[in-house]
């Protein structure tokens, strides 16, 4: 059974930095892609960003590009996404999200619960 469970959200000042974490298990980590996805108050869901197995590619959001990194530890079945100067907009919950495969597409067939980044001073 495919897990993913989120970890690092909290409430960041405006042009803070936050790092969040993906513990996953369940599957074969080093062959499925990553990603993030976010869920703002009263909003659907949007894609933030993806990294591709194997090869490592990474793809980002023009909302989030130039500030969030994503990256993954093969070793310890772990994704992250180090978020820099954040913003309010940037307010939501970020989720974990995955399918199997090398190559890049937007959606996904599991998500995690999710983990609250809230933007304010």
């Known amino acids: 059974e495919v897990q993913l469970v989120e970890s690092g959200g909290g409430l960041v ?5 936050v790092r969040l974490s993906c513990a996953a298990s369940g599957f074969t980590f080093s062959t499925y892609t990553m990603s993030w996805v976010r869920q703002a108050p009263g909003k659907g869901l949007e894609w933030v960003s993806s990294i591709i ?10 909302s989030v590009k130039g500030r969030f990194t994503i990256a993954r530890d093969n070793a310890n079945n772990t994704l992250y996404l ?16 995955t399918y199997s495969g090398c190559y890049f597409r937007r959606s996904y067939d599991y998500r ?3 983990t609250q980044v809230t933007v304010s001073s």
């Open 82 to 97: 180090q978020m820099n100067s954040l913003k309010p907009e940037d307010t939501a919950v970020y989720h974990c999200a």
């Open 13 to 17: 000042q405006p042009g803070g930095s």
């Open 53 to 62: 197995c194997g090869a490592g590619r990474t793809y980002y959001a023009d």
């Open 112 to 114: 995690g619960q999710g």
